[in-house]
């Protein structure tokens, strides 16, 4: 299996820090990138100038210019400010509404008396704000940090949105006793097995190889 020999390595970190990126930890996921892209394709038996081209053309296809804007306006000012108070009030919120939905499973006889009135409501609000709020957040929050363009870390957070919403859903139609609970868990199911661990376990493959 080839890998990555120090000359060429030098040569990427050269090219990353001759670029206009100001930011040190942004050259360095870049370099990293750069790493893990080119010693894949280069494991297929693609010569590194080739695997090279090819990754610049998925990371940068702009140039390194336009990853430092999209950057910059991703990780500064207003939006992800509101990005993070949106992904605390909606974690907040969602965490109170699961440890109140707790109740649905105790038996004991001491809380027999604290049945709490609208837990249904209480679960249901719970729900829509994780599904359509928290994870979508959160999600798209992961997505936007991440610089590389692979179909394949696309194909990882649409998985993994898809999966975790999915069982949510068939957590709560389960609990309310109403149908369709099944259909939303095989497809949680689906979309974990089939496009979210899968990617995610070949990029901790590339990390690690």
Request: proline share 2%; hydrophobic share 50%.
């Amino acid at each position: 299996m080839k890998s990555l020999t120090e000359k060429q390595i030098d040569y990427i970190t050269q090219v990353v820090n001759e670029s206009t990126i100001e930011s040190a930890e942004m050259k360095e996921d870049l370099i990293d990138h750069f790493c893990c892209a080119i010693e894949a394709d280069m494991q297929k038996g693609v010569s590194f100038e080739t695997a090279y081209d090819k990754a610049y053309h998925h990371i940068c296809p702009e140039g390194f210019d336009e990853i430092q804007r999209e950057t910059i306006y991703l990780l500064t000012f207003k939006n992800i400010k509101k990005m993070k108070k949106l992904l605390f009030i909606s974690g907040y919120l969602s965490a109170i509404g699961v440890a109140t939905s707790l109740f649905r499973f105790l038996h004991w006889h001491m809380v027999d008396s604290l049945r709490i009135p609208f837990l249904g409501i209480v679960m249901l609000i719970t729900a829509v704000i994780l599904v359509f709020v928290f994870l979508p957040t959160l999600f798209t929050y992961l997505y936007k940090k991440d610089l590389t363009q692979f179909y394949g870390k696309k194909i990882m957070y649409i998985g993994g949105f898809t999966g975790a919403a999915f069982l949510v859903l068939s957590t709560f139609f389960y609990l309310m006793h109403w149908p369709l609970d099944v259909v939303f868990l095989l497809t949680a199911l689906v979309a974990f097995n089939f496009a979210f661990f899968p990617m995610l376990f070949l990029k901790m493959y590339r990390k690690t190889a």
